[in-house]
């Protein structure tokens, strides 16, 4: 029994790797936030970068969602390229919506946030 539950946990982080690389970079005791440093794309002062949030509560029953965010690192703003929602933790269950919205109105990053410690980072990966 033992051996097949390890088993088990091996395969599924063997699995889970397989997909997104994501990397834990907050968390506020509400959520972890993740980016999966694999999707970064620059151009010019612009960045996008794929996000994930997973709550320690549901909130209208999500627990977790993925969002394709874009940054302009000069002007300090942002705005979400397409989203999802899901009804487990680590976008697991089902998938309960998503949206799909490239001109999503720029919205500036507030200091002090998760936002603002996202967009430092893949801004300061930029080549």
Not at 32 to 48: A, L, M, P, R
Not at 55 to 74: A, T
Not at 99 to 126: A, K, Y
Request: hydrophobic content about 35%; aromatic content about 12%; overall charge negative.
């Amino acid at each position: 029994m033992i051996v097949r539950a390890i088993a088990v946990l091996l395969l599924s982080l063997v699995v889970t790797s397989a997909h997104a690389e994501w990397v834990l970079y907050g968390d506020n005791g509400k959520a972890e936030f993740y980016y999966d440093d694999k999707t970064i794309i620059t151009n010019g002062s612009h960045v996008t970068v794929w996000e994930m949030l997973s709550y320690s509560f549901p909130l209208n029953g999500v627990l977790s969602n993925r969002s394709h965010k874009e940054y302009d690192c000069k002007q300090s703003q942002f705005r979400n390229l397409r989203g999802e929602f899901f009804n487990a933790q680590y976008l697991k269950g089902e998938k309960i919506s998503s949206n799909n919205d490239p001109e999503d109105n720029w919205r500036p990053v507030i200091n002090g946030t998760q936002n603002q410690h996202l967009m430092e980072l893949v801004c300061g990966m930029r080549s």
